[in-house]
């Protein structure tokens, strides 16, 4: 079966540092993975989204990165964090178009 | 655009009661629907999905929801909450020829009377 995992859980960050969220699929091949913000009394925010490796779309603007240096590994990065980018963030794949997005864990990020 | 509305932010039941939370989407075709769940501190559960077909479609946990095209509603239902239920809950859309991209209400919370 399919499993999806990423970590740390729960992050504290000095504004300015870097940031690295790590989430890998196991169990399927080729999926579209996604990197979605969830903010303190707000919905869920596509941040961005891969079809494959080295493939990524950003959906918004923002201080973050996101990279896939391999099929099935999904990296959310930030050079100099800012207090906005305090959140819960969700790694999320799907086996393609029309099909269950399958959402990870989810990792709190506190920028202080 | 296509947009998701989930009009009610916080809803408190009874145990016991039934329970029907609120869902419309914008969207020019039929879309993908979902109801996720979230537990504080985690990360989303699916509780059903609606792809095409029978639009009543049942979930896991005894829930249920029914897919009105005239109304561009996706209602989630449950005849009997549990205090477990106590969570908050989340329409999604898929957009067909998206590339799974799912577009989020900005949830329902509920909470659950003893």
């Known amino acids: 079966s399919q499993t999806i995992h990423q970590w740390p859980a729960t992050l504290v960050q000095p504004v300015g540092s870097p940031l690295s969220l790590e989430c890998t699929v196991e169990?399927?091949?080729?999926?579209?993975l996604y990197w979605y913000r969830q903010a303190a009394g707000r919905g869920l925010q596509l941040l961005f989204y891969?079809?494959?490796?080295?493939?990524i779309s950003s959906e918004v603007p923002q201080n973050l990165s996101a990279s896939r240096p391999q099929d099935r590994q999904f990296i959310l990065s930030s050079k100099k964090l800012l207090l906005s980018d305090s959140g819960f963030y969700l790694c999320?794949?799907?086996?393609?178009?029309?099909?269950?997005?399958?959402f990870g864990e989810g990792s709190w990020l506190t920028v202080v | 655009a296509q947009s998701v509305t989930q009009p009610d932010i916080h809803i408190t039941v009874s145990e016991g009661a039934s329970l029907e939370l609120r869902c419309n989407y914008s969207?020019?075709?039929?879309?993908?629907l979902f109801w996720y769940v979230q537990s504080p501190g985690q990360g989303l559960q699916l509780l059903l999905k609606?792809?095409?077909?029978?639009?009543l479609v049942q979930g896991i946990k005894g829930f249920e929801a029914e897919f009105k095209r005239s109304q561009s509603s996706f209602n989630l239902r449950k005849p009997s909450v549990h205090w477990s239920d106590a969570a908050e809950y989340f329409c999604?859309?898929?957009?067909?020829?998206?590339?799974?991209?799912?577009?989020f209400g900005k949830g329902t919370k509920l909470s659950v009377k003893p």
């Open positions: 999320a794949w799907t086996s393609g178009i029309g099909n269950t997005i399958y």
């Open positions: 169990g399927t091949s080729n999926p579209n």
């Open positions: 891969s079809v494959g490796i080295g493939q």
């Open positions: 969207y020019g075709a039929t879309p993908y």
């Open positions: 609606y792809f095409s077909g029978d639009t």
């Open positions: 999604a859309v898929g957009v067909r020829g998206s590339q799974g991209n799912l577009i």
